[in-house]
């Protein structure tokens, strides 16, 4: 297998590129930018053969991604932050009409004030409108999640779209060394024909978006549940199949890190993983045993299986890059919803982190965990904000 | 050439949820029978939304794919893109009313627009949004009652199809309800070009117009023979005026405007004194109009 060096954002295309996407819609933003210009470049080059459609916004560009995909095409469209919030309505769109769309989110703080660096609020805002959300580390998982998330979103048991999210700079604008599959590995894993039950046709010719009442209109969102609860099982199946074809698993819906013997654990999403596990190598050179869980997907939520890791822990941080003003964080919560309903269930403590790029390293994890740890003995604050300047007293 | 002589077959069944007297039904009826029921629509929110009824049940005969208010070039763009890589000739019509045209998918027109897209979008022009109670829009004309300008609106409207023309896409005309053959041969003259192609549709609505849903096609005459509307086209840049408004550039040859306006509710406190000004300012904008086309055809009909 080819080894090249690629950005986050370069292993997107690439992704794209070896997924035989066929039409692309897109509108510039930093730093999602690279993704489509190295895109339009392929597609220039002939060495992707698809439409590239240079949308005058957002909002268009996920509007075109769903009239390609219920026309029948494979698309693809990439953004960030602003917007990923001005294409929001058309997200749950794509969303509500359950078409195999995958798009690639370069997380990154909203404004006011402006920030380019990443926080994860971006997507988090849209957890609800119907997409599976797919959280990368590093730049190889990039490019294998980009593959995965077609295989996912075109399963007939799911038909669903899919957010893959990578930290914007961390990770978008990180070069690594990665194996490139080559493309006859990938047309085996993923065929180039696609289940077409929801195409448009015109010999066939159906309505599609029409107005449901009342009567109907549950139902369509129960089955918009019960394809999130299928997609949880095809994530695993999906991961198995692309072990077994280049060796590579990311471990499905969590991965773990040191957790056989946990008695506490750190909660994290996206690239700072590598922090979290360097923090948790310094910690149990002191003798804590801590471990890592990572959420790779936060749509279908892992409940069940964070649930069943976190049993056997007395105590777990989740570090979050989001706000939830007034909750005060989204991770945080939907963690604490997971753990809730289980009979063992170990003692919670968040942090608010990371945000607007705010550096955070190895050292604030592990302070993350000792915290945690003293909190649960001397019952301190359940929630604090990590690298504050000035405290409490900061405005 | 009749109406008699217009294909037989009906690609919009009846059956649907439209007020008696909808003009965007006939012009449904119509668009189907011009592209002989071989085409896909996308259409935005708006009345049309409505007419189809509600899951499982359609009356359409050609498929159709509802999109959101704003959106509706935009997804036609990526539908048309999708039949393209997929080898298949159809083509993709945009359906879309007077908000979802000249006010809120007027962005997403005019990427479309410029990007030179190969997709018919038209507009039908029921000079409000009339599916959501009759609230003015962009190309409501002013004097014009809705219920949001109680009192009459006192801008000018839009004029959207010369805004599509300054794209310069390769087809642009004006249509009305009540002259189906010229708005049937202007779907298929758009149909055989490539590109961005855009017909506004006049449509006379009774119910937010206020008049008997028996008088549609009069209200829509009336449009035209006062020169309240005008039919024309715009082929690559060059205007031309078409069927009944052929000539009409001549003040003595057009029917006096109040002939229009009185067959209409909503145009019923123009004739009180005090509202007398009004009148006036939609008499000028009528006449500005014309003159402006009788420049624009006397130096040979060239726009742009």
């Known amino acids: 297998m080819p080894r090249v060096v690629l950005s986050g954002n370069e292993a997107v295309a690439v992704g794209v590129k070896l997924s035989r996407v066929n039409v692309v819609a897109a509108y510039p933003i930093t730093p999602q930018t690279t993704i489509v210009e190295k895109i339009a470049d392929y597609v220039e080059q002939g060495e992707l053969k698809a439409r590239f459609i240079n949308v005058e916004s957002e909002h268009s560009a996920m509007a075109a991604c769903i009239g390609a995909a219920a026309g029948g095409a494979r698309c693809f469209t990439a953004t960030s932050s602003q917007g990923l919030l001005y294409m929001g309505e058309m997200v749950y769109w794509a969303g509500g009409a359950r078409l195999p769309i995958v798009m690639a989110v370069v997380n990154r703080a909203l404004a006011p004030p402006w920030s380019i660096w990443c926080d994860h609020n971006d997507a988090l805002s849209l957890r609800d409108a119907g997409w599976i959300q797919m959280w990368a580390e590093s730049v190889q998982e990039v490019l294998d999640m980009m593959v995965l998330a077609y295989k996912v979103a075109e399963n007939e048991r799911v038909l669903l779209p899919v957010m893959v999210n990578l930290d914007g700079f961390l990770l978008s604008h990180a070069y690594e060394p990665v194996e490139v599959p080559t493309q006859e590995t990938v047309d085996l894993f993923l065929p180039e024909k696609r289940p077409a039950p929801y195409w448009i046709d015109v010999v066939d010719p159906k309505s599609y978006g029409t107005i449901a009442s009342p009567d109907t209109y549950m139902e369509f969102r129960f089955k918009l549940q019960a394809a999130m609860d299928e997609a949880a099982r095809v994530i695993e199946e999906v991961d198995a199949e692309w072990s077994r074809m280049t060796g590579r698993s990311y471990g499905g819906l969590l991965e773990l890190y040191k957790c056989e013997d946990a008695e506490v654990g750190l909660v994290v999403v996206g690239s700072w993983a590598g922090d979290a596990k360097e923090a948790i190598d310094r910690l149990r050179e002191k003798g804590v045993r801590a471990g890592v869980i990572r959420l790779r997907v936060t749509r279908p939520f892992p409940s069940r299986s964070l649930a069943s890791v976190a049993e056997s822990m007395d105590a777990v941080a989740v570090v979050d890059r989001s706000l939830s003003p007034g909750l005060p964080s989204v991770l945080l919560s939907e963690v604490r919803n997971a753990l809730y309903d289980n009979g063992k269930k170990p003692y919670v403590k968040g942090f608010i982190a990371g945000l607007g790029g705010r550096d955070v390293t190895p050292l604030d994890f592990e302070a993350a965990v000792e915290s945690t740890l003293k909190a649960k003995e001397d019952g301190g604050s359940r929630v604090e904000w990590l690298g504050l300047k000035g405290g409490r007293d900061v405005c | ?304």
């Open chain 2, 1 to 304: 050439m009749s109406v008699k002589s217009l294909p037989k077959e009906e690609y919009w069944l009846p059956g649907h949820a439209a007020c008696s007297g909808c003009p965007a039904s006939l012009g449904l009826r119509m668009l189907g029978k011009a592209l002989g029921g071989r085409f896909a629509l996308v259409v935005p929110a708006g009345c049309t939304t409505v007419i189809q009824g509600t899951f499982p049940r359609t009356p359409s005969r050609v498929p159709i794919l509802n999109i959101a208010f704003a959106a509706s070039a935009a997804a036609a763009s990526g539908l048309k893109a999708a039949f393209e890589v997929r080898n298949l000739d159809v083509p993709v019509v945009v359906w879309a009313g007077d908000g979802g045209t000249v006010d809120i998918g007027l962005q997403a027109l005019s990427g479309a627009a410029e990007r030179g897209e190969d997709i018919l979008y038209i507009c039908y022009d029921n000079e409000a949004y009339q599916n959501t109670g009759i609230q003015r829009s962009g190309a409501t004309p002013i004097g014009a009652w809705t219920t949001t300008t109680p009192f009459g609106k006192r801008e000018r409207r839009k004029e959207a199809p010369l805004i599509v023309a300054a794209h310069r896409v390769p087809y642009v005309a004006t249509a009305s309800v009540a002259y189906p053959l010229d708005f049937v041969e202007k779907v298929k003259k758009a149909a055989s070009k490539r590109g961005f192609k855009y017909i506004h549709l006049h449509a006379p609505c009774p119910t937010g117009w206020r008049f008997p849903p028996s008088k549609t096609i009069e209200v829509g005459k009336a449009a035209v023979e006062t020169g309240m509307w005008v039919l024309y086209e715009v082929e690559n840049g060059l205007l031309k005026l078409t069927g009944r408004s052929t000539g009409l550039w001549d003040p003595a040859k057009r029917k006096p405007l109040e002939d229009y306006l009185k067959l209409q509710g909503r145009f019923a406190h123009l004739f009180k004194p005090e509202n007398r000004w009004m009148l006036e300012e939609l008499k000028k904008h009528v006449d500005e109009n014309w003159s402006r086309i009788r420049a624009t055809l006397e130096r040979g009909g060239r726009l742009f």
